[in-house]
């Protein structure tokens, strides 16, 4: 599918993004709840856009926006992550402009949730209890002043890997965190070998030694909150056998030959 442009970004007027639009059937037809996708460091990868087309097939509307529109990885990773830590900037701001937009479209209910993986998982985090209506991060660093960011947040599902050494504790902190402010939770620390990172579309994975990661979403989002049949927030079983994981995307090519804005 071509690329879609987001208006309204503060990095740069429009955010090249890619849209997953599920199937208009009679069982399923629009308007449909939305989730915006946040990718990891290496952009917005083709594993990103295969997230994001599975959650279409499950019934979402769901868009990924490329965080790094403004000038490539490259130019923006430093910036972009720099918001994350400080909880402010252009990338912040980006992610709530993905989500007007995709609030605001016809075929949206106006619901919208927002998943991320690793960097993008700790915007997940961080824009949780800014307007969106369930969150799931998977393998997500945990904000600054956590308790405060994360009072009157919306539900969230949270993913991590036990073995993953940068963020080893990093579940029981969160899950910790959510309790002592109220917030409707289910976040897991998986047990095995490796940490997570998202599984392509297709049946197909590739086993790659050293990186085999998987997490899977399944359809919740709190209480009939932004599922679209009512359900209750819970996190999917352990896959038997061990895990599976696609092959790495390499960073995103420079797609615009200016300079990331000063701050981003």
Known sequence: MPSTMVPGGRSTPELTAHLAVPPAVSTNPPPWPGVVVLHEL???????????????????????????SAGGARRCLRATFRALTSGQGPAVDDIHATRAWLAARPDCTGRVGVIGFCMGGGFALLTAAAGFDASAP?????????????????????SYGARDRALRGT?????????????????????????LLPEPAQPRAVRRAGEGRRYELRRAGGRGRLAPDPGV?????????????????????LRHPGRCPPGR
């Open 42 to 68: 290496f952009g917005l990868t083709d594993d990103i856009r295969q997230q994001a087309d599975r959650l279409a097939g499950a019934g979402y509307l769901a868009v990924a926006p490329d965080l790094f």
């Open 138 to 158: 998977s393998y997500g660093p945990l904000p600054r002043d956590a308790e405060q960011v994360l009072r009157g947040a919306c539900p969230i599902v949270g």
């Open 171 to 195: 579940a029981g902190r969160l899950e910790g965190v959510l309790d002592r402010v109220g917030v409707e939770h289910d976040v897991k620390d998986v047990r095995r070998r490796r940490p």
């Open 233 to 253: 927030l819970r996190h999917p079983p352990a896959p038997p056998g061990g895990l599976t994981s696609p092959a790495r995307g390499r960073p995103a090519p």
